[in-house]
């Protein structure tokens, strides 16, 4: 199976910050990656998908980069509704495994 | 609007068997692989189990193999998940999802997912 790791596990962050969660894989993903954010007691949301990919309706403030191994998210100018837990997942082979997520909250 | 809707969580004890559904709307549910991702109380997702469009192939995640069986109604726009011999450890709310195909794996909508309690 292939395996995910994000680092930071968490981070503190104020309104109007950057930042940057990355995320690995155990093996070459190519761009078969996809990013989530979860709030509190609701469903995962899906933001990028294919590593790049800015799902529609999703602010321009977030964005991801990277293929093979080694992916970047990014949230510019973070905002109140950004606190969240966000999870990395690889779709290029079975089983789709998600990264243990990385929380942001408020410093 | 997308609506995925879980059903038929609630308290099982151990050792026995419980269905999950997923009803869907909102789109041809037919021409969709979907699938079910699970998450433990406080802790991370976990993709459990895929179904293609036509319900011809089924791939499962190791925990899942020779306990869960996903399967769908098209005729009926709805997805499920049987689950047998439950282990505490299958504690967790399931969610479906949908995927364009096996190869096209991305999860752009989610119910609000149903909690399985085993205890």
């Known amino acids: 199976d292939i395996q995910m790791t994000q680092s930071p596990s968490s981070l503190s962050a104020s309104v109007g910050d950057r930042v940057t969660i990355t995320c690995q894989a155990s093996?070459?993903?190519?761009?078969?990656l996809n990013w989530y954010q979860q709030r509190p007691g609701n469903a995962p949301k899906l933001l990028i998908y294919?590593?790049?990919n800015l799902e529609a309706g999703v602010p321009s403030r977030f964005s991801g980069s990277g293929s093979g191994t080694s992916f970047t998210f990014t949230i510019n100018n973070l905002q109140p509704e950004d606190f969240a837990t966000y999870y990395c997942?690889?779709?290029?082979?079975?089983?789709?495994?998600f990264g243990p997520g990385t929380k942001v909250d408020v410093q | 609007q997308v609506p995925l809707v879980e059903s038929g969580g609630g308290v099982v004890q151990p050792g026995k068997s419980l269905r999950l559904s997923c009803e869907v709307s909102?789109?041809?549910?037919?021409?969709?692989?979907m699938h079910w991702v699970r998450q433990p109380p406080r802790k991370g997702l976990e993709w459990v189990a895929v179904?293609?469009?036509?319900?011809?192939?089924?791939k499962y995640a190791d925990f899942a193999k020779g306990r869960y069986t996903i399967s769908r109604d098209n005729s009926k726009n709805t997805l499920y998940l049987d689950m047998n011999n439950l282990r505490p450890e299958d504690t967790a709310v399931f969610y479906c999802?949908?995927?364009?195909?096996?190869?096209?794996?991305?999860?752009?909508?989610w119910g609000p997912g149903t909690l399985v309690t085993v205890s």
């Open positions: 093996q070459d993903i190519d761009n078969y």
């Open positions: 294919s590593a790049s």
């Open positions: 997942q690889q779709s290029d082979t079975v089983p789709f495994t």
């Open positions: 909102g789109f041809t549910f037919s021409s969709y692989a």
């Open positions: 179904i293609s469009f036509d319900g011809t192939t089924e």
């Open positions: 999802v949908r995927s364009f195909d096996l190869l096209t794996v991305w999860f752009d909508h």
